[in-house]
């Protein structure tokens, strides 16, 4: 390719009419990437070198711009440089020596290495197939063991330490220096990934769910560590310069896979890392090579490519390529050709040379080229296969995680190359495409593992893959610990705090929201805004409040909160805002308390998990409100919000204009019918949808409580509307309250009537309940009661709870749950509205005896106002009366042709095309 452009070049250069004329022009830079005048080169090359040598490294470079910014005065297209050579980034020269005791570490790294292994094919020969991982761990070991050694804190004085987001597939390695260091049994070592046992054991990958007092980070769905640790980063800065935590020095430390990489999460937001300076935030990129099918880029190098993107976003990149044992042959070799070999090879290559071992290496590397072969003709094959990568290279590791915390003006990344399946052989994958599947080893490959890494143990126990258990006060294991104690503790550990922070303020505090908006017609939004403005100016909770916001709060009307609390900006303000004049200007502030995180719904959602799971990370309470489009929130970034409630995250996902009939005009893409569905299927999850101002308040009210007081671990997710209209005032009946809790109250009872039917509606939907009951009473003589149902997935989880307590206790007195009481003390059939699909009422259909019927907005939304959007999706008022006459002529109650005739009169056609499907 090279060769072909040079020629390419050189007839373009001479003027050559030759075929290539028709060929698209080559540019600039690749003709000036040829060299046609060497010796001229060399000139310049050795007088740039003399500068160097006597006037700095400053002069040399400041001399490169002024030749850069000549070169594009004059036009010439200089090409974007953004790799380094295929080296370390760290000179040789340059290098500290490793500190500690090398030796001791090596021998605890073995024993770590072992167990990590011995742990899966242990579990795989009792129970095959319960899976578990052994070559990601076996690449990330000199990778994490150097950190655990020297670099992740504990603890920071009074403060918690480091936060380590580490990849899920190594959770063996993590387990068996927990092992170690006697965090956890052997009991556990023998049951991982056996949960349920009356010895329970090890969760398979980290959960905050499942481990509480281990695990910090739900990491193993790819792409959600990187981007939450960018917003973890942002987030300790926002906590510092608001002045609610002490400015430490404590950092984020994200291990990835390369191939994890590929993932647009991952790297979706590193700009926003170098734009805020996170020098608190490092990424050790694991290269391995390999994903879990094949090479992650056979054809090319991944590393090269991801230097590129992290330095062309404007992250401090550190490569650590090669092992010390290649510095001596790179020093020795004159000719250039061992890092033209380097840079040559693809990743596809340097795979197949770890597979096949050190004669393979000398004949396809070093045999390329003679003076190479010539460079490793002291080296036997066995010395070739194992010249070690950069991550393979403590000390190489080492240099590059104090470059990197010592790095002060952004984040660094740190891209280690390393070798998947790293000493387990043919049979443990070492190298080969099938490594991160495999997860049994042959007995001679675990004898030669254990001989490998100076394991003391009979072959009879290396074969069978027992657990290394090392004598207790034996120096290894005093070693670990003095490490670690000096380090400031154990990690990862997860310790919330015990006590909340935060108090619940009394209902009455909402009296704004329990008395009614009057005459005045306001909508859900608004009356959720009204309450956040409150919660906000109220100094005993108001500071713990983080306002999320993906660029949507005029959308909201929520654009008064930027004047009143002030946007983040770690830089301030640089600039007069156009609109500084007027009271509500767009003020950006070092103290800002609203994240307006722009179109990002999967930022937003890592900054409302930093913030929500702060009283674990950092011991303090954060109160995040995150308000978003309903429909960009649970189908977008549902794995984020899944990964919350697995990290027992706190606070309110806000899902604004919802409602697939109640936003109008915007369409398909836009009306949101089935969030409700999703966030039900979270367990941690509370949603509701209310109607009115005052239920809003009574929800937010108790789940502050429910959160921060109680220390429950849940979240809300709540939908609020653009729809307009009175809110009513709190009825005086004092069971309103639980009702709305608890998802279901009456809110207008009919005036007693012979035929009598249930009209139960949800969010702006109550309101055409409420019209429907007039219709009946006043055209049909039908008298119906009104029922507000704030929360179907609530009432089915009781009802859920109290049916396994029945089922399991078949000789006792059966219970009731809270909706089939309340339905029991009704009468007649029962119709449901919901601005949501039809299942969301349906959850409560198993108890209420055949009773409802759900009118719903399933299918695709359309754009139209409100009233022909009810009528399409057949929820307005018309519809449940329709509903209403149609179940009671079918019980005998209500006469069916005055029925039918009743729908023309409501405007309803019954051969409509369903618009479920429409
Ligand atoms: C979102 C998601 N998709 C797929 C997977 C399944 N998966 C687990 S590990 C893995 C490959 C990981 O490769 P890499 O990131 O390079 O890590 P390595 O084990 O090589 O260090 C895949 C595809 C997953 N865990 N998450
Ligand atoms: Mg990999």
Not at 91 to 101: I, L, T
Not at 219 to 232: D, E, F, H, K, R
Not at 249 to 272: C, H, N, Q, Y
Not at 410 to 421: E, S, Y
């Amino acid at each position: 390719m090279g060769d072909q452009i040079a020629m390419q070049a050189k007839s373009k250069l001479a003027g050559e009419t030759s075929e290539l004329a028709s060929e698209p022009a080559i540019p600039r830079h690749e003709l000036i990437s040829s060299d046609a005048d060497p010796q001229e080169t060399v000139e310049w090359l050795e007088a740039w070198d003399q500068i160097l040598d006597d006037k700095g490294p400053e002069r040399a470079s400041y001399l490169l711009n002024a030749l850069s910014s000549r070169a594009h005065s004059a036009g010439i297209d200089l090409p974007p440089k953004l790799n380094t050579p295929y080296l370390n980034t760290i000179r040789k020269e340059d290098e500290v020596p490793y500190p500690g005791n090398p030796a001791l570490e090596r021998r605890i790294k073995n024993m770590i290495r072992w167990n990590a292994m011995a742990m899966v094919v242990q579990q795989n020969k009792s129970d095959p197939g319960i899976g578990g991982h052994i070559a990601t761990y076996a690449s990330l070991a000199t990778l994490l063991e150097v950190g655990f050694n020297h670099f992740f804190r504990g603890s920071i004085g009074d403060q918690p330490g480091d936060l380590l987001y580490l990849q899920g597939h190594a959770a063996p390695g993590i387990y068996a220096r927990a092992f170690l260091e006697g965090r956890i049994s052997l009991k556990h070592l023998e049951n991982f990934r056996h949960e349920l046992r009356d010895n329970p054991g090890l969760s398979s990958y980290p959960h905050p769910w499942l481990m509480p007092d281990f695990w910090q980070f739900p990491t193993v769905s790819m792409g959600l560590g990187p981007l939450n640790a960018i917003y973890q980063a942002r987030f300790m800065r926002y906590l510092e310069n608001r002045g609610l935590l002490p400015v430490t020095d404590r950092k984020v430390w994200a291990f990835l896979g390369d191939g994890e990489m590929d993932e647009p999460e991952s790297m979706g937001s590193i700009t926003l890392a170098s734009r805020e300076r996170l020098d608190n935030l490092i990424f050790v990129i694991n290269c391995n090579l390999q994903r879990l099918d094949g090479p992650v880029r056979g054809n090319s190098s991944i590393i090269q490519e991801l230097e590129a993107a992290f330095r062309g976003a404007g992250w401090n990149v550190i490569k650590v390529i090669w092992g010390g044992d290649w510095d001596d042959l790179l020093a020795r070799d004159n000719s250039g050709l061992l890092l033209k070999r380097m840079e040559e090879c693809v990743d596809g290559e340097f795979q197949s040379f770890k597979a096949k071992g050190g004669a393979y290496i000398r004949e396809e590397f070093f045999g390329k080229y003679p003076q190479l072969l010539k460079l490793v003709e002291h080296l036997s094959d066995d010395d070739l296969g194992n010249l070690h990568r950069g991550g393979h290279d403590p000390r190489k590791v080492y240099n590059a995680y104090k470059a990197a915390i010592e790095y002060e003006h952004g984040p660094t990344v740190i891209l280690a190359k390393t070798v998947k399946g790293y000493g387990l052989g043919a049979s443990g994958g070492e190298g080969r495409n099938l490594a991160h599947q495999s997860k049994k080893m042959s007995e001679e490959d675990l004898e030669l593992f254990s001989e490998r890494f100076g394991l003391q143990m009979s072959d009879e126990q290396a074969k069978k893959a027992v657990f290394y258990l090392p004598e207790d006060g034996c120096p290894e294991i005093a070693y670990l610990h003095e490490r670690r104690q000096a380090l400031g503790g154990y990690l990862p550990a997860r310790v919330p705090l015990a006590e909340g922070q935060i108090k619940a303020p009394p209902l009455q505090f909402f009296k704004e929201q329990l008395q009614g908006s009057g005459d005045r017609e306001v909508s859900s939004t608004m009356a959720y805004v009204r309450i956040l403005t409150q919660l906000l100016k109220e100094p005993a909770i108001g500071p713990r409040i983080v306002p999320i916001i993906p660029d949507e709060a005029r959308t909201f009307g929520m654009e008064s909160l930027f004047r009143l609390v002030g946007i983040y900006a770690s830089q301030g303000q640089l600039y007069r805002p156009h609109d500084a004049d007027v009271f509500l200007y767009y003020k950006e502030a070092k103290d800002g308390q609203i994240l307006e995180e722009g179109i990002t719904e999967a930022g937003s959602m890592a900054s409302t998990t930093a913030a929500g799971t702060a009283y674990a990370n950092y011991r303090i309470d954060m109160l995040p409100f995150f308000t978003y489009y309903s429909m960009f929130g649970f189908q977008r970034i549902g794995d984020f919000i899944w990964a919350f409630a697995d990290a027992r995250g706190k606070g309110f996902l806000m899902g604004a204009t919802a409602g697939r009939t109640t936003l109008i005009g915007e369409g398909l893409q836009h009306q949101d019918g089935h969030s409700l569905v999703l966030a039900s299927t979270v367990p941690t999850c509370a949603s509701y949808d209310p109607a009115y101002a005052y239920e809003l308040a009574v929800i937010v009210q108790d789940g502050i409580r429910r959160m921060y007081e109680l220390r429950e671990d849940l979240f809300y997710y709540i939908t609020v509307y653009n729809e307009n209209y009175t809110m009513p005032p709190m009825p005086e009946d004092p069971a309103v309250p639980q009702g709305i809790l608890k998802g279901i109250y009456c809110f207008k009872a009919s005036s007693s009537g012979k035929t009598k039917v249930q009209l139960w509606g949800s969010g702006p939907m109550l309101n055409e309940a409420l019209r429907a009951q007039q219709i009946l009473n006043e055209q049909h003589k039908i008298s119906a009661d009104v029922w507000s149902v704030t929360s179907y997935s609530e009432l089915r989880r009781e009802a859920l709870s109290v049916e396994r307590w029945n089922r399991l206790h078949p000789a006792e007195a059966s219970r009731k749950s809270y909706v089939q009481t309340v339905a029991e003390n009704t009468e007649g059939p029962i119709i449901a509205a919901t601005d949501y699909m039809k299942i969301v009422p349906d959850q409560v259909a198993p108890w209420l005896g055949g009773r409802l019927t759900s009118l719903g907005t399933d299918g695709f939304g359309r754009s139209d106002n409100r009233e022909n959007l009810r009528r399409h999706f057949e929820v307005n008022a018309q519809s449940i009366v329709a509903a209403a006459l149609s179940e009671l002529s079918r019980l005998g109650k209500f006469n069916a042709k005055k029925a039918a005739q009743a729908f023309t009169e409501l405007g309803i056609d019954p051969e409509k095309k369903d618009p479920a499907i429409a």
